[in-house]
């Protein structure tokens, strides 16, 4: 749809609007993503932000338009201390979203950023499917509503300004937090609230500023919680002093959904140390304690016998050739054309964020009160109120910062085990899982199974066919409440409809390779599955990047002129020359040495990667040095995408070298960071570049952006290091370990 000009303000109609007055002197707005945006001189309303049904292409855009009849409950407070307060309906889980919300907050106020607070929200069940953090999509669905709310917070200062110093509004100026004269006079904001909270008031036109006086929307800004993140000031979900919530663990049965028996020696353990209460609960036996020490100690002395779990006899042989069985066919046969075929497997990889799964809850006969990372909240309260058995307004649940998540927390297994946990003690439990249990126990990225096929002829691709088989993903979580989480649970359109519905709105070739087709078939195995970043496009999408090198050396030609020759856009084109360039592409390298690249095309932006590896020893190969760039169209702060970016890659030197969860008789073998290897410090290269590309446009997703591309780029490295192709990923994955006891 067409944007305003560039050149010229956004106005936004006032009926637009809901202004209210929560106890004066507070000044509170709430804005409306489908607000009538009006450019000076037209008739005719536009919706930048929002997509036409026909135009939905991408999950992104789907999320937004789900979001959009709640989207006016955005609510943004001025105080008289003139500090402004934003209650953001997503969730921190370390992505810099409180940051970059901050940043637009500030722009469109004229505020310092550090008088900008962003809390956030509760679980709002008015709210429906506008508070799930997850798709590349808050920042896409909130550029429009935070920026609104902060421009008509600065309308109605200006408002009651002008009618203080008795100077037209057009004549007043907005800075540092204060209304200014033209003759030196000014008023702070805090000072106004009460005049601009009055509803009475006429505020005349509200105006987004142009991007072109942006200034510190484009800024590259540190973090807003850095200090007490790097101090330990941070308040993370243990860190919370909840009256009477004591520490509380659980024993975890040997497989992957077990359940308990019996216990043996229950009256011995209640006897231990410390010890304060002992319950059965779905999931296992919990304990609570007064040290999360005693806790730990009591648990691990119990003594259970356990029914069998769901995927006992599994193990990843089993798994491996049920995936390769449920591969769809190719729908080409070679015939008389030339033709690659390609085939790749990925193991089972766990999220690992450094904080483990935990929550508080503190049930009580008529209330319950929940405080865990939460990245869908409102599912989360309506599932605990109906397994503990109490009216979904008699639940409050608290989203709390969390340190990691990587999709892991868009599931609330904590939050709804200490729901249980708790009514079942009759008290209120601090719930922490171990290392052991987040890896054994926690949700993990589905293993894979890839079939590519690619025809060409003549210096062209024909045809290029994907054929995904994935152990089944969870997405019980729905749009985040209950009617779309429920609809997953369905056993004939459920979690199968999702599925598709992600998989065709995110993975998609960049390239014009004739007749493309990507086809998903899942197995619906019961293990504890989710989303992990980037979803089905890593595999996926760094898969297709191996074969696109693979297509360029059949047909003679350089990797990234092959790449220029057939992507879409000059978006993607500009970003691998960037890289190209900056990467010194095709320069000679000492032998074991190489380079490799990628391209990636998803939510509304696009980015290359570059990488350079030292794989002398193709048994520990090391990423020496990466250039990256990316274009997500309107980056909010740069230096918060480049950490985004900088994530992926590390990611994906984790995931595509070493990092990986081996099924062993139903339960992963790895508990441990000292087990699951991820990448460390060492295993990371010094010479990293990222460039963000010039602003344009509306903001892309960035947050799963840069994994796919550099997944890709790392293999393709290693094939040119090593002369090896490798088809399974890790490349170097051995059980290299003594695992800890079931």
Same mark, same amino acid.
């Given at each position: 749809?067409?944007?305003?000009?560039?050149?010229?303000?956004?106005?936004?109609?006032?009926?637009?609007?809901?202004?209210?007055?929560?106890? &004066?002197?507070?000044?509170?707005?709430?804005?409306? #993503?489908? @607000?009538?945006?009006?450019?000076?001189?037209?008739?005719?309303?536009?919706?930048?932000?929002?997509?036409?049904?026909?135009? #939905?292409?991408?999950?992104?855009?789907?999320?937004?338009?789900?979001?959009?009849?709640?989207?006016?409950?955005?609510?943004?407070?001025?105080?008289?201390?003139?500090?402004?307060?934003?209650? #953001?309906?997503?969730?921190?889980?370390?992505?810099?979203?409180?940051?970059?919300?901050? %940043?637009?907050?500030?722009?469109?106020?004229?505020?310092?950023?550090?008088?900008?607070?962003?809390?956030?929200?509760?679980?709002?069940?008015?709210?429906?499917?506008?508070?799930?953090?997850?798709?590349?999509?808050?920042?896409?669905?909130?550029?429009?509503?935070?920026?609104?709310?902060?421009?008509?917070?600065?309308?109605?200062?200006?408002?009651?300004?002008?009618?203080?110093?008795?100077?037209?509004?057009?004549?007043?100026?907005?800075?540092?937090?204060?209304?200014?004269?033209?003759?030196?006079?000014?008023?702070?904001?805090?000072?106004?609230?009460?005049?601009?909270?009055?509803?009475?008031?006429?505020?005349?036109?509200?105006?987004?500023?142009?991007?072109?006086?942006?200034?510190?929307?484009?800024?590259?800004?540190?973090?807003?919680?850095?200090?007490? =993140?790097?101090?330990?000031?941070?308040?993370?979900?243990?860190?919370?002093?909840?009256?009477?919530? =004591?520490?509380?663990?659980?024993?975890?049965?040997?497989?992957?959904?077990?359940?308990?028996?019996?216990?043996?020696?229950?009256?011995?353990?209640?006897?231990?140390?410390?010890?304060?209460?002992?319950?059965?609960?779905?999931?296992?036996?919990?304990?609570?304690?007064?040290?999360?020490?005693?806790?730990?100690?009591?648990?691990?002395?119990?003594?259970?016998?356990?029914?069998?779990?769901?995927?006992?006899?599994?193990?990843?042989?089993?798994?491996?050739?049920?995936?390769?069985?449920?591969?769809?066919?190719?729908?080409?046969?070679?015939?008389?054309?030339?033709?690659? +075929?390609?085939?790749?497997?990925?193991?089972?990889?766990?999220?690992?964020? =450094?904080? @483990?799964?935990?929550?508080?809850? +503190?049930?009580?006969?008529?209330?319950?009160?929940?405080?865990?990372?939460?990245?869908?909240?409102?599912? &989360?309260?309506?599932?605990?109120?109906?397994?503990?058995?109490?009216?979904?307004?008699?639940?409050?649940?608290?989203?709390?910062?969390?340190?990691?998540?990587?999709?892991?927390?868009?599931?609330?297994?904590?939050?709804?085990?200490?729901?249980?946990?708790?009514? &079942?003690?009759?008290?209120?439990?601090?719930?922490?899982?171990?290392?052991?249990?987040?890896?054994?126990?926690?949700?993990?990225?589905?293993?894979?199974?890839?079939?590519?096929?690619?025809?060409?002829?003549?210096?062209?691709?024909?045809?290029?066919?994907?054929?995904?088989?994935?152990?089944?993903?969870?997405?019980?979580?729905?749009?985040?409440?209950?009617?779309?989480?429920?609809?997953?649970?369905?056993?004939?359109?459920?979690?199968?409809?999702?599925?598709?519905?992600?998989?065709?709105?995110?993975?998609?070739?960049?390239?014009?390779?004739?007749?493309?087709?990507?086809?998903?078939?899942?197995?619906?195995?019961? =293990?504890?599955?989710?989303?992990?970043?980037?979803?089905?496009?890593?595999?996926?999408?760094?898969?297709?990047?191996?074969?696109?090198?693979?297509?360029?050396?059949?047909?003679?030609?350089?990797?990234?002129?092959?790449?220029?020759?057939?992507?879409?856009?000059?978006?993607?084109?500009?970003?691998?020359?960037?890289? &190209?360039?900056?990467?010194?592409?095709?320069?000679?390298?000492?032998?074991?040495?190489?380079?490799?690249?990628?391209?990636?095309?998803?939510?509304?932006?696009?980015?290359?990667?570059?990488?350079?590896?030292?794989?002398?020893?193709?048994?520990?190969?090391?990423?020496?040095?990466?250039?990256?760039?990316?274009?997500?169209?309107?980056?909010?702060?740069?230096?918060?995408?480049?950490?985004?970016?900088?994530?992926?890659?590390?990611?994906?030197?984790? @995931?595509?070298?070493?990092?990986?969860?081996?099924?062993?008789?139903?339960?992963? #073998?790895?508990?441990?960071?000292?087990?699951?290897?991820?990448?460390?410090?060492?295993?990371?290269?010094?010479?990293?570049?990222?460039?963000? %590309?010039?602003?344009?446009?509306?903001?892309?997703?960035?947050?799963?952006?840069?994994?796919?591309?550099?997944?890709?780029?790392?293999?393709?490295?290693?094939?040119?290091?090593?002369?090896?192709?490798?088809?399974?990923?890790?490349?170097?994955?051995?059980? +290299?370990?003594?695992?800890?006891?079931?």
């Amino acid at each position: 749809m067409a944007s305003p000009p560039q050149s010229e303000p956004t106005r936004i109609g006032r009926r637009g609007f809901l202004t209210f007055l929560v106890a &004066a002197p507070v000044l509170t707005v709430a804005a409306d #993503l489908a @607000t009538e945006a009006v450019a000076p001189g037209t008739a005719n309303a536009v919706v930048p932000t929002l997509p036409a049904p026909a135009d #939905l292409t991408d999950l992104g855009d789907i999320l937004i338009l789900a979001g959009t009849p709640t989207a006016n409950m955005l609510v943004l407070q001025v105080e008289r201390d003139n500090r402004v307060h934003l209650q #953001l309906p997503r969730a921190e889980v370390g992505q810099g979203l409180t940051t970059a919300t901050a %940043m637009l907050v500030a722009e469109e106020l004229d505020v310092p950023l550090d008088q900008v607070v962003v809390t956030l929200s509760d679980a709002r069940t008015e709210l429906l499917f506008n508070q799930l953090t997850g798709g590349s999509n808050s920042i896409r669905s909130l550029y429009t509503p935070v920026r609104t709310a902060a421009a008509t917070a600065r309308a109605r200062v200006v408002a009651a300004a002008s009618e203080r110093f008795g100077v037209p509004a057009a004549k007043l100026v907005t800075r540092g937090g204060a209304v200014h004269t033209a003759d030196g006079r000014s008023a702070g904001y805090g000072e106004l609230t009460a005049a601009a909270a009055r509803s009475t008031l006429a505020i005349g036109e509200v105006r987004l500023k142009p991007e072109a006086q942006h200034n510190v929307v484009g800024t590259p800004t540190s973090r807003v919680d850095a200090r007490a =993140m790097v101090t330990g000031q941070q308040r993370y979900t243990l860190d919370l002093d909840v009256p009477g919530a =004591m520490p509380t663990m659980v024993r975890r049965p040997p497989t992957i959904n077990g359940t308990v028996r019996a216990i043996t020696n229950e009256a011995a353990v209640r006897a231990m140390p410390g010890v304060l209460a002992l319950a059965v609960v779905p999931t296992g036996v919990a304990v609570t304690a007064e040290t999360f020490g005693q806790a730990l100690d009591a648990k691990n002395a119990l003594q259970v016998t356990w029914n069998g779990g769901t995927v006992d006899n599994l193990s990843d042989v089993d798994i491996r050739k049920q995936l390769h069985a449920a591969a769809l066919p190719f729908v080409v046969p070679p015939l008389l054309t030339q033709y690659v +075929d390609a085939e790749f497997d990925f193991a089972f990889v766990s999220h690992a964020p =450094m904080e @483990t799964n935990s929550a508080i809850a +503190d049930v009580r006969g008529d209330s319950a009160e929940i405080w865990a990372g939460l990245k869908s909240p409102i599912v &989360a309260k309506q599932t605990i109120a109906q397994a503990i058995g109490l009216p979904v307004d008699k639940v409050t649940v608290h989203v709390v910062q969390g340190g990691g998540s990587f999709g892991r927390r868009l599931f609330f297994d904590a939050a709804l085990e200490a729901a249980q946990i708790s009514k &079942a003690m009759k008290r209120p439990v601090k719930l922490m899982w171990s290392r052991i249990d987040d890896m054994r126990h926690g949700r993990a990225r589905a293993a894979s199974h890839h079939k590519i096929r690619a025809t060409f002829a003549l210096g062209q691709v024909l045809t290029f066919e994907h054929r995904v088989a994935s152990v089944e993903t969870d997405f019980r979580h729905g749009l985040g409440e209950i009617l779309t989480a429920t609809a997953a649970h369905l056993p004939v359109a459920g979690n199968l409809s999702f599925a598709q519905t992600v998989f065709l709105t995110t993975v998609k070739s960049p390239y014009n390779f004739g007749v493309t087709t990507q086809l998903l078939n899942e197995v619906p195995l019961q =293990m504890h599955t989710g989303s992990f970043r980037s979803v089905y496009s890593a595999n996926t999408r760094g898969a297709e990047e191996m074969v696109v090198d693979l297509l360029a050396a059949k047909l003679g030609k350089d990797p990234v002129a092959f790449r220029r020759e057939f992507l879409k856009t000059d978006r993607q084109r500009a970003v691998l020359d960037k890289v &190209a360039s900056a990467g010194n592409w095709g320069r000679a390298m000492p032998k074991g040495f190489a380079q490799g690249v990628a391209v990636h095309d998803e939510y509304k932006s696009c980015t290359a990667c570059l990488v350079e590896i030292d794989a002398r020893d193709p048994k520990a190969p090391r990423v020496v040095r990466a250039v990256i760039a990316a274009d997500v169209g309107r980056p909010i702060n740069p230096r918060g995408l480049q950490a985004q970016l900088l994530g992926g890659l590390t990611d994906a030197i984790s @995931t595509t070298l070493r990092a990986g969860l081996h099924i062993d008789k139903g339960l992963p #073998l790895e508990g441990s960071y000292s087990q699951f290897h991820y990448a460390r410090q060492k295993d990371t290269p010094t010479d990293v570049q990222i460039f963000v %590309m010039p602003a344009n446009g509306e903001p892309g997703g960035a947050g799963e952006l840069g994994l796919p591309a550099a997944v890709g780029a790392i293999a393709n490295a290693y094939t040119r290091a090593t002369g090896t192709r490798p088809t399974s990923f890790p490349i170097n994955f051995p059980v +290299d370990f003594d695992p800890f006891p079931r």
